[in-house]
């Protein structure tokens, strides 16, 4: 490579790093900074000694003819970011860096009505409409997902989830599927996997509370294992607990009294003192008042209640404004 440009040269920097002063770099950068510098990382894969020497020649590191070729990759980009933001903030990141270098001449269907957008993949296979859906921002891909009849729209679920490396001629079939309905240009065409669990669960975090429910049953009925890794991962009402203090009134500030004592009925007690606790003092006292005086109600209502709270959550983790931490990061005893 002749020249680099900044994010390239940033890349091959950190690929030289050891690896704790690599995570410590990408933890200072925001996340669209990780994104270009670990798209930078996976398009290299391993450059050759004068590249890395001249890349890394303001650095104090740089030894002529004695630097050992740095190695790029997907594997190394995940595990940078992995170390970095966590695991599941992670493979977020590398399912937008994926779909962005796989698919963005898919953009345009972003703009579309999901419903019609819905009807225009109607009659395609589950695998080509969860190809298509991948390469969606989330919440386009959810209300597509939601305008699909069952049990196309559990097929279409596994089909993302399962979704391997997609190969050349299966993208070359849906850019020609699309182009005759639509007239767009050919899709780019990748050996990128943009599928996956994480996608899905992204998905379906974005989606209401009904289609969650109903999804999720379904899946459970075709493939147990696979449900429960998806339900692991999803963002619950009892995720509050593992919030920071901060966090937590983050989220409980915009929730409605009423809705906060109908999504306290019968919950358990550590759930309970998070949410008592990261109220103001005068909120808990309308709060207390608004429980005592409220008398049976349904367990839909409830659920609902708890949906509101946890669609929440989920938009605050979204936008990076709140941080949930995942099982694997910490254990809570109830």
Do not use: C
């Amino acid at each position: 490579m002749s020249t680099l440009s900044g994010s390239q040269t940033a890349a091959v920097v950190i690929m030289n790093l050891d690896r704790s002063r690599a995570v410590e770099v990408m933890k200072h950068l925001t996340e669209g900074e990780a994104e270009e510098i670990a798209a930078e990382i996976i398009r290299m894969r391993r450059l050759d000694t004068a590249t890395t020497a001249r890349a890394l020649r303001d650095f104090h590191r740089i030894a002529s003819g004695r630097i050992a070729p740095g190695r790029g990759g997907r594997d190394v980009a995940a595990g940078l970011l992995e170390a970095s933001f966590g695991a599941e903030r992670a493979a977020g990141v590398l399912t937008r860096v994926s779909s962005t270098m796989a698919g963005t001449s898919l953009d345009f269907l972003n703009a579309a009505d999901p419903a019609q957008l819905a009807t225009l993949l109607d009659g395609e296979l589950p695998q080509t409409i969860a190809l298509v859906l991948a390469h969606l921002r989330t919440n386009n891909a959810a209300e597509v997902l939601a305008a699909l009849p069952d049990p196309l729209r559990t097929d279409v679920a596994q089909s993302i989830a399962t979704m391997g490396t997609a190969t050349q001629e299966a993208i070359a079939v849906v850019a020609e599927t699309l182009r005759t309905r639509t007239g767009v240009f050919a899709l780019r065409e990748s050996s990128e996997a943009v599928g996956g669990v994480q996608p899905l669960v992204e998905i379906i975090n974005r989606s209401d509370a009904a289609i969650e429910k109903a999804l999720l049953a379904s899946l459970e009925d075709r493939d147990t294992a696979l449900a429960e890794d998806i339900r692991s991962r999803m963002v619950t009402f009892a995720d509050i607990v593992k919030l920071e203090d901060r966090d937590a009134q983050r989220v409980l500030r915009g929730v409605d009294i009423r809705t906060l004592a109908m999504a306290l009925k019968g919950v358990n007690q550590a759930i309970a003192e998070v949410i008592r606790k990261n109220v103001s003092e005068r909120n808990r006292e309308v709060l207390d008042d608004e429980i005592r005086i409220m008398g049976p109600v349904r367990m839909s209502q409830i659920e609902e209640a708890r949906a509101e709270i946890v669609r929440t959550i989920r938009a605050l983790a979204s936008e990076g404004e709140i941080t949930v931490h995942r099982t694997d990061e910490d254990e809570y005893v109830y």
